[in-house]
T-cell receptor
């Protein structure tokens, strides 16, 4: 079985401050991990993924995430948040040896105030 | 590359009618497509997985006779909501998985379709 937890429903930060969105996962084998962002009434936009290799993954719009196997975490970070980063963020995981299905976290709403 | 489109983006229909939603992979071939449903401010719920040329696999609790899925080609899957009722109102999102080595079966998501049943 595979699952994802996003412990924070909401994250509020001031523009220019660092942004962190937390994600922990559970899989039987090796994880494939993804972050997506969703704006109102839009589909999911891909931000970044971890498949293998370097634990620090850099993605779109200045976002990055660090894969931590011992803590089973894949937190999303941005050094300096923008108001336009305000959106709903989803973490997703798939077991590398499983079928195609992704398991999504419940989502975290990020609000960046000017 | 790896663009997925959905049509229509928004549809309003009367209760009892059927609605068809199309999902297309525009620049790649997708042997597998997925249909999700999302309620306001909630996560995505996988409804079914469709493989080109075969019957869709539905998740537990999803009525296959109500949500008809057809994946007739490597670039097109359709979801038909039959005899729609207000409780079927939701945001429907499809995704497509690209085949081939090093694809990691990654899913690429469409922009979603907002269905409102009056």
């Amino acid at each position: 079985a595979q699952s994802v937890a996003q412990p924070e429903d909401q994250v509020n930060v001031a523009e220019g401050n660092p942004l962190t969105v937390k994600c922990t996962y559970s899989v039987s084998g090796n994880p494939y991990l993804f972050w997506y962002v969703q704006y109102p009434n839009r589909g999911l936009q891909f931000l970044l993924k971890y498949i293998t290799g370097d634990n620090l993954v850099k993605g779109s719009y200045g976002f990055e995430a660090e894969f931590n196997k011992s803590q089973t975490s894949f937190h999303l970070k941005k050094p300096s948040a923008l108001v336009s980063d305000s959106a709903l963020y989803f973490c997703a995981v798939r077991d590398a040896l499983s079928d195609y299905k992704l398991s999504f976290g419940a989502g975290t709403t990020v609000t960046v105030r000017a | 590359g790896a663009v997925v489109s959905q049509h229509p983006s928004r549809v309003i229909c009367k209760s009892g009618t059927s609605v068809k939603i199309e999902c297309r992979s525009l620049d790649f071939q997708a042997t597998t497509m997925f249909w999700y449903r999302q309620f306001p401010k909630q996560s995505l719920m996988l409804m079914a997985t469709s493989n080109e040329g075969s019957k869709a696999t539905y998740e537990q609790g999803v009525e296959k006779d109500k949500f008809l899925i057809n994946h007739a080609s490597l670039t097109l899957s359709t979801l038909t909501v039959t005899s729609a009722h207000p409780e079927d109102s939701s945001f429907y999102i499809c995704s497509a998985s690209r085949t081939g080595a090093l694809s990691y079966n990654e899913q690429f998501f469409g922009p979603g379709t907002r269905l409102t049943v009056l």
